[in-house]
């Protein structure tokens, strides 16, 4: 059943990382999915022709197929805020000392690292996450939220996307170090947690959440002040250019933007480029040259220079 729900989760995120809004769904597989819950529910099992059994054998099969085409029970599951996530306080007023930016960088890390209510939604042992890099960063890479992997490294972009990423950033002839990295949200989008304590998937931050944090990710696009910006995934666009601003990513990718002055440009999030992968070397390569332009034109804008093979990388 969990891995069922969990191959859902995945292809939801993929539809909805494409810009699908909707998801047909016939009533034999609602009703297919209703009895998986109920005999989830009942700790019971279900066979393919669709019978209760509680003493099921371990080489016999469970409906999975079908479910895959759900959405409704998961897809509200994912966008339902946690408990307090949508009565936070009204966003903070970042005031930085005066001084030079790493004093004003190391002043607003320690203002977000300590925040109260930053704090109080991370889960024990884990961790609020600030952004990372060159304080005179020419480019500057904003994402969405946390995941596992940031929360327990308390570093933005260190899990399997991460490690994109900080490839593509080296593809444009870069290291990690000489960009900067953030995220809208600085905890771990919250989801209701496992028996053990831990929180399984991951789910978009809030309007509530992101208007909350958007301060600290604002200030810190002040203190680095780098040429650009490049907005990683539709939610991190959404955060710096408006909740509504948009329907689906492909209206806002492939130009240029402006936020508070500074040109932005929007692109894929490296974790919608490793989802591709599963359809195809063909299809993942699309989506990676779709996405490399995009970084072609920040290296232009940036005025870095470009080689004949860059440009012609995943063609």
Known sequence: MRAVLLALTDELKRLKAAGVKTVSVSDESMATLRRLVAARNTGNRISETGERKPEAGKNEKLVSGPVLAESPPVYSTLRQPVSGSANLPPPPEVVLPPGDKSVRWQ???????????????????????????????????????????????GEPFVGPAGQLLTRMIKAMGLERGEVYIG???????????????????????????????????????EVVAPALLVALGATAARGLLGAHSFKTLGEVRGRWHDYRGRPLRVTYHPSYLLRKEMDGRVAANRAKRTAWEDFLAVMERAGLSISEKQRNYFL
């Open 183 to 221: 995220n809208i949200m600085n905890w771990r989008p919250e989801l209701p947690p496992r028996a053990d304590g831990t929180q399984a998937g991951n789910r978009e931050p809030t309007p509530e959440e992101m208007a909350f944090c958007l301060p600290f990710i604002t200030a810190q696009i």
């Open 107 to 153: 002043a607003l890390r320690e203002l977000v690292l300590n925040h109260p209510v930053c704090r109080a939604h991370v889960r024990p042992g884990k961790q609020v996450v600030f952004g990372v890099g060159s304080l005179d960063a020419k480019v500057m890479f904003v994402g969405e939220a946390p995941g596992a992997e940031e929360e327990q490294q």
